[in-house]
């Protein structure tokens, strides 16, 4: 299904288009290779959150290594 946006004016989402993603929030818009894409905020922040944990390659947590790395960075300080 498409649409035309009017001349110089809003883009009007038709309501099947806007019921089969479930737009019942807020909605984030943004341009990736060329097109525009209208997501929920809710499925973005997973997509991060889940790209962002299969990138990860420290153990445990992002929080307990960076901690680690400013006591052994602080503990180097104090001893030099």
Same mark, same amino acid.
């Given at each position: 299904? &498409?649409? /035309?946006?009017?001349? !110089?004016?809003?883009?009007?989402?038709?309501?099947?288009? $806007?019921?089969?993603?479930?737009?019942?929030?807020?909605?984030?818009?943004?341009?990736? !290779?060329? $097109?525009?894409?209208?997501?929920? %905020? #809710?499925?973005?922040? @997973? %997509?991060?959150?889940?790209?962002?944990?299969?990138?990860?390659? &420290? /153990? &445990?947590? @992002?929080?307990?290594?960076?901690? @680690?790395?400013? $006591?052994?960075? @602080?503990?180097?300080? #104090?001893? &030099?």
């Amino acid at each position: 299904m &498409g649409f /035309t946006p009017a001349k !110089d004016g809003p883009v009007v989402v038709p309501a099947q288009m $806007r019921n089969a993603v479930g737009w019942d929030g807020p909605m984030v818009m943004y341009v990736e !290779d060329g $097109r525009v894409v209208i997501e929920p %905020r #809710a499925h973005l922040a @997973a %997509r991060i959150k889940r790209e962002v944990a299969e990138a990860w390659r &420290g /153990t &445990g947590s @992002a929080v307990d290594e960076l901690i @680690a790395e400013r $006591r052994a960075e @602080a503990a180097r300080e #104090a001893g &030099g």
